[in-house]
């Protein structure tokens, strides 16, 4: 279905050069007699051709293929006693908001089907300013130590001399780093390829705080659930769509939210104080690990509704720059390291795809006023009129709360401390409870059918074992039937410290 513009030229436009000048023909070209060279003094068609030499912009290193909508995010409930970001101060609070989904591994191009992670990345304009949750699909991370990750994401593209995808190097990797099993046991279920992009969940995997009025923080996870629940193909689906319809995720969103059904996710946190952190069992900063929700029961607190597709693609989803540094007062970081990381990353890597002023972008201004200091570079066209450039007249908010040095926050001491992927028998439980107790019949079947067709590409014998033996670490019986799928002997488990020699989190030094 081409854009509605394609039916409908007749809204007054006439054809012109990017000065503005009206051009009479847009295919001529000044050329000397009827077969002469062609003229430098024909503006209109240089500026054609130079425009057109410039339209790619680099494709996000990650997360280059996606689609999104527009839509809003509205308050449902009161969680002032959680945080003091103004957009949760009154229930009924709606806001302005941008979605994209995307895969991780694939570029611009790739399959919306494919195996992979799926991102989920939402930029609410509060009056507060933009506060953006760059979550994915799944509540845990292959990584706990932010060192790794562009290690991790090279296996995961193209290797440098065959420009193939290789199966050798992806298991190589995961084997090496068994941290990564409950993310590889998330991937490799049904749910590593949801139904589209609009019919699944979304979770912040990362421990953030709120700190409320008063100053007192909690942690929090933060949830958004698929209303009406997710969906996910089977492994034979998605390699079916992937060849027929590369583009089937970008289509169903768009269809829907065209077709007035419109997505719509029901928003919940999941909090603990500093003193249950410190007895939680797991580390609230390993973003390997799942809080129970048991223990830690969802809180509601709005939902979110897309109901408007972009005008331009480029303009409202390409251009749009999602950082989890981009927050609102109330709503904070965790130290967890693999987050502290992100907030350097994303605005870095922003500057380099979309330049200094990436924020001045209309997909990316926030609904409120800026005034500061920061002038000019490329493409400032907004830059704040006659305003003074120096300290001057603006007047800095007059803080209500209590200062946090009132209140008891973290505090941090030790020795720098390089490795943080330690692995323990701590990092299996959550993988086991999901393969035993989670899973059904018909998703373990899926699970290792789906391992198997991946995981029997390695060619390496030793590649193989060893990724089972990370297998068997989980569960004995679940290595065995994937090293029986692909025909290779079965492998003892890894032997990894026990739980007890995890390193354990403290709030208070
Ligand atoms: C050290 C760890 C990580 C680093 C350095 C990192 C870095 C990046 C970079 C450079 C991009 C491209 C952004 C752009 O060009 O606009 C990106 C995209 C993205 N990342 Fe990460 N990432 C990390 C981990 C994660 C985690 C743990 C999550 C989710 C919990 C996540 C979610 C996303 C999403 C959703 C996008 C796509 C944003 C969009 O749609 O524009 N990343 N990441
Ligand atoms: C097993 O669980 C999946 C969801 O993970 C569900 O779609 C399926 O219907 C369940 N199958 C059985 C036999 O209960």
Not at 54 to 61: D, F, M, N, T
Not at 454 to 475: G, I, P, T, Y
Request: charged share 20%.
């Amino acid at each position: 279905m081409p854009s509605k513009q394609v039916f409908n030229s007749q809204d007054g436009a006439t054809y012109t050069t990017s000065t503005g000048a009206p051009v009479a023909k847009p295919y001529a070209a000044q050329r000397i007699g009827a077969v002469g060279p062609l003229l430098l003094q024909d503006f209109h068609h240089i500026d054609l051709l130079a425009h057109f030499d410039r339209e790619r912009i680099p494709e996000r290193v990650v997360h280059a293929k996606g689609a999104g909508a527009h839509g809003y995010f509205e308050v449902t409930h009161d969680i002032t006693d959680l945080t003091c970001a103004s957009l949760f101060k009154k229930v009924g609070n709606k806001a302005r908001t941008t979605v994209r989904f995307s895969t991780v591994g694939g570029e611009s191009g790739s399959a919306d089907t494919a195996r992979d992670p799926r991102g989920f990345a939402i930029k609410i304009r509060t009056d507060e300013g933009n506060l953006d949750w760059v979550f994915n699909n799944t509540p845990v991370f292959f990584i706990r130590d932010p060192a790794k990750f562009p290690h991790f994401i090279h296996t995961q593209k193209r290797d440098p001399q065959t420009h193939l995808k290789d199966a050798d190097m992806f298991w190589d990797y995961l084997s090496l780093n068994p941290e990564s099993i409950h993310q590889v046991m998330i991937l490799f279920s049904d749910r590593g390829h949801p139904d589209g992009y609009h019919h699944m969940h979304g979770y912040s995997g990362h421990t953030f705080k709120f700190v409320n009025e008063a100053g007192e923080f909690h942690y929090v996870q933060i949830h958004f659930i698929k209303d009406g629940g997710a969906k996910s193909l089977t492994e034979p689906e998605a390699s079916k769509l992937a060849g027929d319809n590369p583009d089937y995720g970008i289509q169903s969103l768009f269809e829907d939210i065209e077709a007035g059904k419109y997505p719509s996710w029901t928003v919940y946190v999941q909090t603990m104080t500093a003193a249950q952190a410190e007895k939680f069992r797991y580390n609230i900063l390993d973003l390997t690990k799942i809080w129970s929700h048991k223990e830690f029961p969802l809180r509601p607190i709005g939902k979110m509704v897309l109901n408007e597709n972009p005008q331009n693609y480029f303009a409202e989803i390409e251009q749009a720059a999602f950082s989890p540094s981009h927050t609102v007062p109330g709503i904070e970081a965790s130290a967890d390291p693999v987050l502290q990381s992100r907030l350097f990353s994303y605005p870095d890597t922003h500057r380099h795809r979309l330049g200094v002023n990436y924020n001045q972008l209309p997909v990316n201004a926030p609904a409120v006023p800026i005034a500061n200091f920061q002038r000019d570079g490329f493409m400032a066209f907004s830059n704040q009129g006659s305003r003074p450039n120096y300290q001057s007249s603006l007047v800095p908010l007059e803080y209500k709360s209590k200062p946090y040095e009132e209140v008891q926050h973290e505090t941090w001491l030790g020795a720098a401390n390089a490795d943080l992927s330690f692995v323990t028998e701590l990092d299996f439980e959550q993988p086991r409870e999901l393969w035993l107790n989670v899973f059904n019949d018909t998703d373990r079947e899926h699970f290792v059918h789906n391992v198997a067709v991946h995981l029997c590409n390695a060619k390496s014998a030793e590649v193989k074992a060893r990724q089972l033996s990370v297998f068997a670490a989980v569960d004995q019986g679940l290595s065995d039937r994937i090293a029986n799928a692909i025909g290779v002997p079965t492998v003892k488990p890894l032997q990894v410290a026990p739980a007890s020699a995890a390193i354990r989190f403290k709030a208070f030094a």
